[in-house]
């Protein structure tokens, strides 16, 4: 008996230091283990931080280049008027003149474009948007807003009478009675607000042409003279310099006209109807700029509708 007493013994001295080694293995695979969860939690922490610095230091350049934008836009503004006064010709304004980018220079890596018009491209074709080629809702007669895509004589009447007229915004044009958006976003980009109805003949689009009641035969003549006749310059001294493509004078149109194509005697009275609401310059602008610093064309872009006549601001949008 005191024979196996003593083995017992022993076998329990034996184990007992087993038993230590084990706790502390496991103990120090559960510090390892919350190590590891602390190295990871930590490493998640410090990307979050840096991904917040870098979006905040984003954010901040950003921000930077959204308040110069102003500035930059008034700058613009003020240079332009200026520039309109020296405008190499003062009785016509082209397709190409008003399309063409511009830019001009404030300091060392800021700058800024601007043109005279929205551009609209597509598969196949260009399109300009100038102000003073569009139809004035608030002056336009039944027939011509009648013809427009998306109204008829019925809803033409119902603009005409409308109790809002003259509209202060082409948008104001949704609440008359009976029309609906899939009409209006039909002829929205052909009308206008601004100016007293005349429209330039070197800008116009082909809807309007048609709108304003000229057949397509006589439409597309005129879009091809656009494209073809060189204005001559004159004054001798100066033959060399290019004035673009386009009509030159309003009282030479039908002229212009007969010497480049046939046209019929309806054909004629309907463009000498038309006279009195044509011109080759355009009163009102859509002077469009866009800020550029360093070589990003970044921070707000502006669409602000001028007359450069007297100087004076009509719109102001930003994008």
């Given amino acids: 008996m ?13 184990l007992k230091p087993g038993r230590n080694i084990l706790d502390l293995s496991q103990k120090k695979a559960s510090i390892l283990i919350i190590c590891l969860w602390a190295i990871m939690i930590l490493s998640l922490l410090g990307m979050g931080l840096a991904g917040l610095a870098f979006q905040e230091i984003k954010f901040t350049k950003a921000y930077q280049r959204l308040r110069l934008s102003l500035p930059v836009a008034r700058a613009a503004l003020k240079t332009v008027f200026y520039l309109e006064e020296g405008d190499a010709t003062p009785a ?42 569009l139809i004035n809702l608030n002056t336009a007669s039944r027939d011509v807003l009648k013809r427009l895509p998306g109204l008829n004589e019925e809803l033409a009447d119902k603009i005409i009478n409308s109790g809002m007229r003259p509209f202060a915004s082409v948008n104001e044009v949704l609440l008359v009675e ?45 879009l091809r003279f ?22 030159s004078s309003t009282a030479l149109i039908l002229e212009d006209l007969r010497n480049f194509t046939f046209l019929g005697l309806r054909q ?13 310059k355009s ?30 601001v009509f719109s102001w949008k930003e994008y």
């Fill in 226 to 247: 656009r494209r073809v006749h060189k204005i001559e310059n004159p004054d001798p001294r100066y033959s060399d310099v290019d004035l673009g493509y386009g009509f």
């Fill in 92 to 133: 016509f304004d082209t397709f190409d003149e008003l399309a063409r980018e511009n830019q001009q220079i404030l300091c060392e890596n800021i700058y800024y474009k601007y043109c005279f018009a929205d551009k609209k491209y597509s598969a196949d074709s260009f399109e300009l948007v100038d102000e003073s080629a």
């Fill in 283 to 312: 009163e009102y602008l859509r002077f469009n700029v866009k800020p550029v610093f360093g070589n990003k064309e970044e921070g707000l872009r502006y669409s602000i509708i001028i007359h450069p006549a007297t100087k004076k």
């Fill in 2 to 14: 005191k024979i196996k007493s003593m083995t017992r013994q022993y076998f329990c001295l034996q």
């Fill in 178 to 222: 009976d029309m609906t958006k899939e009409k209006f976003v039909s002829f929205k980009d052909l009308v206008t607000v601004y100016g007293q109805g005349k429209i330039n003949i070197n800008t116009a689009s082909k809807p309007v042409f048609l709108a304003l009641g000229l057949d397509e035969e006589v439409v597309d003549a005129i």
């Fill in 268 to 280: 004629e009275q309907d463009i000498l109807s038309l006279l009195a609401i044509l011109d080759v």
